[in-house]
């Protein structure tokens, strides 16, 4: 179609104090008895519901960027190093200091300030990174460098179809061959306009400019039609059954049929920590059997793919749910909270739920059923029960 967490911290120190008091005859002694327990004296208890799988020590200044299906990726911007990561058994793919060059010289590009590396996305078997003002392609299995691309230091996360690469700027799109870099094509669509979100699907690239989700014809290169929202995207765009899918700032889901830009439902949401409205960073929606997943505020909603209609909606006990996977029968919500809650997809009701711990502190990414928290400079993957 076109784009994450380690043990529970840990406690205060606690000072528990037992006196004991035995009398016997003419002799009395007293015993007062001091211990100190903290969390580093013994393991964590496990959650029931999560299996620990691995655990990975990052080096300072090392962060977990992005993940596929079945890898982790680490950037480590000062030292220009990326390290590929198993996600099941937390073993090392691949380890390589990646190419970074200096500044272009040609005038006609803009000039950045340092040359820190950033992974942007993984997708068709590339891994994408910028530096400086070029956007660089790796083999995503094994590191090996295949091409870089003058991009002004604005670095895309490119989707691939094929041997094309679709890359967003500022105002259009551009279109690379993932086998040299080389630009094919581009399109504009306005001045004013901040492309972003792209989604691929048949011989159609989608696009959202602000209000506007806007398709072209890969074929001709045309603009085919224009779907106006009534506030600007928040989510990225999810294609199936022949609909996009996606939200808006507002807090409104849509669905728009793919061929023809028709509305084909829009739904809206009232919210209590951001008044319905989705806020920075809101999840995009899942699509599965049928039925569309999709969180707002601190609630979880299902909804008819085809009609709409809601089939089920439950308040989460975070404030805010930041995203929602599909495993099975089960849809894994995490929330700001630090909490992972598993919910039946049939009726919304709570199977379990644990703490991650950390809140805003850990980050947390759920990719199938494994879960891997970031916190304090550690990796933990979890296999959560679905």
Do not use: C
């Not at 950037?75 to 060059?101: C, M, N, P, Q």
């Amino acid at each position: 179609p076109a784009p994450a967490p380690a043990p529970p911290r840990a406690r205060r120190r606690r000072l528990r104090t037992v006196l004991a008091a035995a009398t016997a005859l003419a002799v009395t002694a007293t015993a007062v008895v001091l211990w100190r327990v903290t969390a580093e004296d013994k393991e964590p208890a496990r959650p029931p519901h999560l299996e620990q799988l691995w655990t990975h020590t990052l080096a300072d200044g090392q962060r977990l960027s992005v993940s596929s299906q079945d890898t982790l990726y680490l950037e480590h911007e000062k030292d220009h190093r990326i390290t590929a990561l198993d996600v099941t058994d937390g073993s090392r793919r691949w380890d390589r200091r990646v190419r970074v060059d200096d500044v272009s010289q040609d005038t006609g590009h803009l000039k950045s300030v340092g040359n820190d590396i950033r992974i942007t996305g993984v997708s068709g078997g590339l891994l994408f990174y910028g530096s400086n003002d070029h956007l660089y392609a790796v083999d995503a299995d094994d590191g090996d460098h295949r091409w870089r691309y003058v991009d002004d230091t604005f670095h895309p996360s490119p989707v691939v179809v094929g041997d094309a690469a679709y890359a967003d700027m500022v105002s259009f799109f551009y279109v690379l061959d993932t086998r040299t870099g080389d630009k094919l094509w581009d399109y504009g669509f306005g001045v004013n306009a901040d492309g972003s979100n792209i989604a691929v699907t048949d011989d159609t690239l989608l696009i959202h400019s602000k209000k506007k989700l806007i398709a072209v014809d890969l074929r001709t290169r045309k603009q085919k039609w224009t779907h106006q929202a009534a506030s600007e995207a928040e989510t990225g765009l999810v294609v199936a059954d022949g609909k996009v899918y996606f939200g808006t700032l507002d807090g409104a889901l849509y669905a728009v049929d793919a061929r023809s830009g028709e509305e084909e439902w829009r739904r809206t949401f009232e919210g209590e920590l951001w008044d319905g409205r989705l806020g920075e960073g809101a999840g995009m929606p899942r699509v599965a059997d049928g039925t569309v997943y999709f969180e707002n505020d601190a609630y979880v909603s299902a909804f008819d793919a085809d009609t709409g209609s809601q089939r089920w909606r439950r308040k989460q006990e975070a404030d805010e749910v930041t995203s929602l996977e599909v495993v099975d029968d089960t849809l894994l919500v995490d929330a700001s909270d630090g909490g992972l809650t598993a919910l039946d997809t049939g009726s919304g009701e709570t199977g379990w739920r644990e703490s991650l711990g950390g809140g805003d502190e850990t980050d947390v990414r759920v990719i199938g059923d494994v879960v891997v928290t970031e916190t304090n400079g550690r990796l933990t993957a979890y296999r959560a029960a679905t």
